[in-house]
């Protein structure tokens, strides 16, 4: 009965998701952002919502701060694993593809702020400026850098254009933002619903905070970056589809930021679970991985180097699945 509670309110989640980033690609088509910011930042923005409630609620309003950096681990590694399974099946498009340079640019963040999480968690360092975690402000500095590098983005020559017929032009911006707001209103009440369950099967089934986070909160909170980055892998959009991955993973990050100057009864840092040892470790290396595909990206001929790095992808998080057992 819980599970299949969970289950409608994950689909709820993904639904309001799926809405308010059609209304964020309507911004897209009546202003003049750049593809870049909209995907890796915007569009990032909408579809990490789901984290950034769960987050929030789950540490502040549930007073269970393990489930901040399983969440928002678990959430990052399952959005590359997507990736890496995506650049498998569409290898060859996705070879094909123009990445644009920022995307890269962002990966370095990220991997900054893997780095910035595992000093504080391995050797203890718990420096604080008025109870904020040293390394949660140097998180803000590497997002800050993350977030410049996509605004000043010109996009690539080759940005794919889809025309469809089924948009409704005739909205005003007006209008669609105020169904943008309104969209995430009701994505905020299904996040904080999710966050509540997922609490409830934490308890019942004995599981570990960090392990529910990272395969429930994780992988619910997650799917409407995966079903954005389908449809646009569809589209063989793969510069959109990588933009918002690695938005969404460099915003999550800075969720980290707001649950620890909120959360003033502890740290969101928890140290010496082996689950949230192994997301960050795992999540890391799939980063890494990451920011070599992005790296080696402009080799046209790199087709062999995309398909063991894709399986590399996949099977780090398959290796935190078996350890976590």
């Known amino acids: 009965m819980i599970f299949g509670i969970y289950g409608i309110l994950a689909l709820a989640v993904i639904f309001l998701s799926i809405k308010a980033a059609y209304y964020v690609d309507l911004i897209?088509?009546?202003?003049s952002l750049s593809g870049a910011f909209i995907g890796g930042v915007l569009l990032a923005a909408v579809t990490s919502l789901p984290e950034l409630i769960t987050s929030i609620s789950g540490t502040v309003i549930l007073d269970n701060p393990g489930l901040t950096l399983g969440n928002?681990?678990?959430?990052n590694i399952f959005n590359i694993t997507i990736l890496g399974v995506l650049i498998l099946v569409g290898v060859k498009r996705f070879n094909k593809a123009q990445i644009s340079t920022s995307h890269f640019n962002t990966s370095l963040a990220i991997?900054?702020?893997?780095?910035?999480?595992?000093?504080?968690?391995?050797?203890?360092?718990?420096?604080?400026?008025?109870t904020v975690n040293i390394s949660s402000i140097l998180i803000v500095l590497a997002y800050i850098f993350?977030?410049?590098?996509?605004?000043?983005?010109?996009g690539t020559d080759e940005e794919l254009e889809v025309e469809d017929d089924d948009v409704d032009v005739d909205l005003t911006v007006k209008q669609i933002l105020i169904r943008f707001v309104m969209t995430s209103i009701g994505l905020v009440f299904a996040s904080y619903f999710v966050t509540y369950v997922t609490d409830i099967i934490t308890v019942e089934y004995n599981l570990g905070a960090s392990l529910a986070g990272a395969l429930f909160l994780g992988i619910a909170t997650s799917l409407p970056e995966v079903t954005s980055c389908i449809a646009l892998a569809k589209l063989g959009n793969y510069n959109m589809?990588?933009?918002?991955?690695?938005?969404?993973?460099?915003?999550?990050?800075?969720?980290?930021?707001?649950?620890?100057?909120?959360?003033?009864?502890?740290?969101?840092?928890?140290?010496?679970?082996?689950?949230?040892n192994n997301l960050l470790f795992f999540g890391l290396i799939s980063s890494m991985i990451l920011a070599f595909i992005l790296k080696i990206k402009q080799n046209k001929n790199a087709t062999y180097l995309f398909l063991v790095s894709g399986v590399a992808v996949i099977a780090c998080y398959l290796s935190f699945l078996v350890l976590s057992v």
Request: glycine share 10%; net charge negative.
């Open 28 to 31: 897209d088509k009546k202003t």
């Open 72 to 75: 928002i681990m678990g959430s």
């Open 241 to 276: 589809a990588v933009g918002n991955i690695v938005g969404s993973n460099l915003f999550n990050f800075f969720i980290i930021f707001v649950a620890d100057v909120l959360y003033t009864k502890g740290s969101v840092y928890i140290i010496g679970d082996t689950q949230t």
């Open 111 to 130: 991997i900054a702020c893997y780095t910035f999480v595992a000093i504080t968690l391995f050797a203890g360092v718990q420096n604080e400026i008025l």
């Open 146 to 154: 993350g977030i410049k590098s996509l605004a000043s983005d010109s």
